[in-house]
């Protein structure tokens, strides 16, 4: 259990009869974020992660999933947008609706499973209400007992209720539980790069689910994942070990064969130096949005390249190839809950389950179109730094716990984000620094934080 800090437990009712911060609405925050640093609590007190979930993730974008996981009418897949179960189907007309996965009778859960195809419709397996698959009631079984209640079939109360929003961008499915705010192009911003440049890499443009996941617990805050994707000062540190050696292995099979496997740079790229990672940039978008530029070099020159450059060619021509091939990307933020690393399909999405608890979902995509050779690239990437089996991720959320433990101690208020602090510039609303390992990130997100929390 987090300990509050002293301003807030002197604020606490008490003599003076000043009311806590966090239980005002609409919440102060700005004691809690300074332009270089943050107060502990907001990555450890319970109330703050009940108005994040209230604020920021049950009324913005959230991805549910991809058009190829709900294929046929009926299929389904259960998902939880901030606290809410919910559950995306696909429609008789092809169209997708995300619903809550509640029955309007008792309130129990319409799919117990993660994913299936309920056929034509929803049946509640505690008294057999049906819905439709666009949530309106189909039958009330036994309907006479209702006869003169307010629980007849003509109420809307009836009907299992929708998420509000539901839009697509590139295949990739996105629900909104406000009826009202930014678009999904406009919640997305410059962050949509992230889906063009995944889909671009396909002689057809689009990509298709690989239908499992991994699923990790991390016994931390939500916020420690996003800050540390676009951490480039980590890796030299925290995966040292894992690189070097990779590395050394890589070295090894180069001097034998004259060659090794791609998926060994994968590895041995997290132990370059410190000055190498320092001239990595990172842009950071308006609503804590950002990116970090190419670092590890994924463009060989073997046979196998060849062939799927070819066939990029002959769906877009050499100019656009190019482009699409050489775009500086090594993965996007959508912030506050999506990492996407386009180059090699792979998409990371958190779901917040408590302050010192969060599920995040590891997928990965096949280019539709692409050589299968190209596919096992994304295939090791996955197994080889995402996957929770991986030495790479597994250094990562031992750093994240024991950050959350640090953060729940009295040994210091303050999170500090001074790295390079007065150095960075703005442009437009976009963020950059000189440095790469500069903790403009941080401060970046915190920036769109507040401004969530605050509104
Ligand atoms: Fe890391």
């Given at each position: 259990?987090?300990?509050?800090?002293?301003?807030?437990?002197?604020?606490?009712?008490?003599?003076?009869?000043?009311?806590?911060?966090?239980?005002?609405?609409?919440?102060?925050?700005?004691?809690?974020?300074?332009?270089?640093?943050?107060?502990?609590?907001?990555?450890?007190?319970?109330?703050?992660?009940?108005?994040?979930?209230?604020?920021?993730?049950?009324?913005?974008?959230?991805?549910?999933?991809?058009?190829?996981?709900?294929?046929?009418?009926?299929?389904?897949?259960?998902?939880?947008?901030?606290r809410q179960p919910m559950v995306m189907v696909r429609q008789k007309d092809g169209s997708i609706q995300v619903l809550?996965?509640?029955?309007?009778?008792?309130?129990?859960?319409?799919?117990?499973?993660?994913?299936?195809?309920?056929?034509?419709?929803?049946?509640?397996?505690?008294?057999?209400?049906?819905?439709?698959?666009?949530?309106?009631?189909?039958?009330?079984?036994?309907?006479?007992?209702?006869?003169?209640?307010?629980?007849?079939?003509?109420?809307?109360?009836?009907?299992?209720?929708?998420?509000?929003?539901?839009?697509?961008?590139?295949?990739?499915?996105?629900?909104?539980?406000?009826?009202?705010?930014?678009?999904?192009?406009?919640?997305?911003?410059?962050?949509?790069?992230?889906?063009?440049?995944?889909?671009?890499?396909?002689?057809?443009?689009?990509?298709?689910?690989?239908?499992?996941?991994?699923?990790?617990?991390?016994?931390?805050?939500?916020?420690?994942?996003?800050?540390?994707?676009?951490?480039?000062?980590?890796?030299?540190?925290?995966?040292?070990?894992?690189?070097?050696?990779?590395?050394?292995?890589?070295?090894?099979?180069?001097?034998?064969?004259?060659?090794?496997?791609?998926?060994?740079?994968?590895?041995?790229?997290?132990?370059?130096?410190?000055?190498?990672?320092?001239?990595?940039?990172?842009?950071?978008?308006?609503?804590?949005?950002?990116?970090?530029?190419?670092?590890?070099?994924?463009?060989?020159?073997?046979?196998?390249?060849?062939?799927?450059?070819?066939?990029?060619?002959?769906?877009?021509?050499?100019?656009?190839?190019?482009?699409?091939?050489?775009?500086?990307?090594?993965?996007?933020?959508?912030?506050?809950?999506?990492?996407?690393?386009?180059?090699?399909?792979?998409?990371?999405?958190?779901?917040?389950?408590?302050?010192?608890?969060?599920?995040?979902?590891?997928?990965?995509?096949?280019?539709?179109?692409?050589?299968?050779?190209?596919?096992?690239?994304?295939?090791?990437?996955?197994?080889?730094?995402?996957?929770?089996?991986?030495?790479?991720?597994?250094?990562?959320?031992?750093?994240?716990?024991?950050?959350?433990?640090?953060?729940?101690?009295?040994?210091?208020?303050?999170?500090?984000?001074?790295?390079?602090?007065?150095?960075?510039?703005?442009?437009?609303?976009?963020?950059?620094?000189?440095?790469?390992?500069?903790?403009?990130?941080?401060?970046?997100?915190?920036?769109?934080?507040?401004?969530?929390?605050?509104?």
């Amino acid at each position: 259990m987090a300990v509050r800090p002293a301003w807030i437990a002197g604020l606490h009712g008490g003599s003076l009869g000043f009311s806590n911060p966090l239980q005002e609405s609409p919440m102060r925050v700005d004691h809690l974020v300074e332009p270089d640093r943050v107060h502990r609590t907001v990555y450890t007190d319970q109330a703050i992660f009940d108005a994040e979930m209230e604020k920021i993730f049950e009324r913005i974008w959230i991805y549910c999933g991809h058009e190829s996981q709900v294929k046929a009418p009926g299929d389904y897949w259960a998902v939880t947008i901030g606290r809410q179960p919910m559950v995306m189907v696909r429609q008789k007309d092809g169209s997708i609706q995300v619903l809550h996965n509640r029955c309007p009778h008792r309130g129990v859960q319409l799919v117990g499973n993660r994913s299936g195809n309920t056929g034509s419709a929803f049946v509640c397996s505690y008294h057999a209400w049906s819905f439709h698959l666009d949530g309106s009631v189909r039958a009330i079984p036994l309907a006479k007992g209702y006869e003169n209640t307010r629980m007849t079939r003509d109420n809307p109360d009836c009907n299992v209720k929708r998420a509000p929003r539901v839009d697509s961008y590139r295949g990739f499915v996105f629900a909104s539980l406000s009826p009202d705010g930014p678009s999904l192009q406009e919640f997305l911003g410059e962050a949509r790069i992230a889906f063009d440049d995944m889909c671009d890499r396909s002689p057809v443009g689009e990509v298709e689910v690989v239908p499992v996941c991994h699923r990790v617990i991390q016994r931390s805050n939500w916020k420690f994942f996003m800050e540390n994707q676009l951490d480039a000062l980590h890796p030299s540190v925290t995966h040292q070990s894992t690189g070097i050696s990779a590395g050394r292995v890589e070295k090894r099979l180069k001097e034998q064969r004259g060659a090794a496997p791609l998926y060994y740079h994968y590895l041995s790229t997290f132990a370059s130096s410190f000055d190498q990672w320092d001239s990595v940039q990172t842009i950071n978008f308006p609503r804590g949005h950002g990116l970090l530029k190419a670092y590890m070099g994924l463009r060989p020159s073997d046979p196998e390249t060849r062939e799927y450059e070819a066939l990029l060619e002959k769906a877009y021509g050499k100019q656009k190839m190019e482009e699409y091939l050489s775009r500086s990307i090594h993965h996007v933020l959508v912030y506050p809950y999506l990492s996407v690393q386009s180059p090699l399909q792979q998409l990371r999405c958190l779901r917040p389950i408590a302050p010192d608890k969060t599920l995040s979902e590891i997928w990965h995509f096949r280019l539709k179109g692409a050589p299968e050779a190209i596919y096992r690239r994304s295939l090791w990437y996955y197994n080889l730094v995402n996957s929770p089996a991986t030495m790479i991720n597994a250094d990562d959320l031992e750093n994240w716990t024991k950050g959350q433990w640090g953060l729940q101690s009295r040994g210091g208020d303050w999170v500090s984000f001074h790295r390079w602090h007065g150095d960075d510039r703005e442009e437009n609303g976009v963020a950059y620094s000189n440095h790469g390992t500069s903790e403009v990130v941080m401060r970046n997100q915190f920036r769109a934080w507040t401004q969530y929390m605050a509104a």
